[in-house]
Nanobody, 123 residues
């Protein structure tokens, strides 16, 4: 099993920056970590993903150039630095982990999930 604990959400204004982090524990080897988000009334969508070994990354078009995902292998943590935030970035942000290669955007292909952290961007 893998336990994922997010932190760092909050209320910011348009144009601000915010960093959310996810700590992984449980001892099970995971291949990659990802961030998804879900706004009210919308489906959960892929934001960014990163592999533990080579640090390969993938981003949704809507956040590329504004968000940066990074990992700290020694601490088993993954962070998402969000810059130039927009009102449409408002959502609950979920950390996810998968056991097999790839960084798919389909949330059903990710095995483990955190409880989520709220990010609200006010205009």
């Amino acid at each position: 099993q893998v336990q994922l604990t997010e932190s760092g959400g909050g209320l910011v204004r348009v144009g601000d920056s915010l960093r959310v982090s996810c700590a992984a524990s449980g001892g099970t080897f995971t291949y990659a970590m990802g961030w998804f988000r879900q706004a009210p009334g919308k489906e959960r969508e892929f934001v960014a993903g990163i592999t533990w070994n080579f640090g390969s990354t993938s981003y949704a078009d809507s956040v590329r150039g504004r968000f940066t995902i990074s990992r700290d292998n020694a601490k088993n943590t993954v962070s998402l630095q969000m810059n130039s935030l927009k009102a449409e970035d408002t959502a609950v942000y979920y950390c996810a982990a998968r056991l097999t290669p790839g960084l798919p955007s389909d949330p059903q292909r990710w095995a483990f999930w955190g409880q989520g952290t709220q990010v609200t961007v006010s205009s």
